[in-house]
């Protein structure tokens, strides 16, 4: 695709054109026969043309409607493309797949990059794994573990939901325009609901929220009016501990243990 379309501040515009990263994404992302092969965000088509012409059909979801007609050009001839021009957060996944789970990939706009993650937790039974490129920051985030300082809601949410598989770094230079920090690529992939345990999806959301809403807090405070000492007792947490202290497990126990108003 040309390069004269000038990437847009507005929607968090960073080409990738640095052709090692480009085929090592492709390669994390593996498109099998009888795939289906869904992207966010194909900007100028540095993934999209690699996928196509190794998977032969794909969707892609794009917002700018300067780089619809680019993208459609792109593909004559190489495969079969579908562009869906919408607001990512507007799609709904589980419609998209209409029963047949599908492999999202994509370099997320750094800008709404935690939005699009729970947005795609919201369908995760329509999704078979995702592969992005993120800020690193984000996905240092995504994948840390209790005790971490960068360990908050999104690294629960997501571990809760997904396993969570950071792949490699990507600098700077392989952007343009060049970000200010450095990015990465890391794979989701959707757990068996029947392995979660989670029995009430908004009530484990709302406590973890609370949780790290005041992480210097004692959870006692911090769930103050969220949990009781009963749930906290039938949970095996100490309302001493601070959410940065607590897995993913244990704040999955303290959501479904049941307080004294409940029982």
């Known amino acids: ?19 090692a990263y480009i085929e090592r994404i492709v390669q994390a992302i593996d498109p099998q026969p009888g795939d289906r092969l869904v992207e966010i965000g194909p900007g100028q088509g ?14 892609v ?22 562009i869906v021009h919408r607001d990512v957060l507007k799609v709904d996944f589980t419609a998209l797949a209409a029963g047949t789970p599908f492999k999202l990939a994509g370099n997320l706009p ?24 993120l800020q690193k920051e984000v996905v240092d985030r995504m994948g840390a573990a209790p005790g971490s300082k960068v360990y908050g809601r999104l690294s ?25 920090v450095h990015s990465a690529v890391v794979r989701l992939v959707p757990r068996d609901p029947a392995t979660v345990g989670i029995d009430d999806r908004a009530r484990f959301a709302d406590v973890v929220r609370a949780a790290f809403g005041q992480r210097r807090k004692t959870l006692r405070n911090a769930l103050n009016g969220v949990c009781d000492a009963a ?9 001493d501990a601070r959410a940065e202290q607590i897995d993913v497990a244990a704040f999955i126990r303290l959501a479904n243990a049941k307080g004294v108003a409940q029982d």
């Open 1 to 19: 695709m040309s390069t004269s379309h000038a990437p847009k501040k507005s929607l968090g515009q960073n080409f990738l054109h640095e052709r």
């Open 46 to 59: 540095a993934i999209t043309l690699p996928l196509l012409r190794r998977h032969g059909a794909l969707t």
């Open 61 to 82: 979801i794009e917002f700018d409607r300067d780089l619809v007609g680019p993208l459609a050009a792109m593909a004559e001839g190489v495969g079969e493309l579908t």
């Open 110 to 133: 750094y800008n709404i990059s935690s939005p699009i993650l729970f947005h795609a937790l919201d369908h995760a039974a329509a999704i078979r794994d995702m592969v992005f490129m």
């Open 156 to 180: 629960v949410m997501l571990q809760a939901y997904c396993q969570v598989q950071p792949l490699f770094v990507v600098p700077p230079g392989a952007f343009r325009p060049p970000p200010k």
């Open 231 to 239: 749930q906290f007792a039938a949970a095996g947490v100490s309302a």
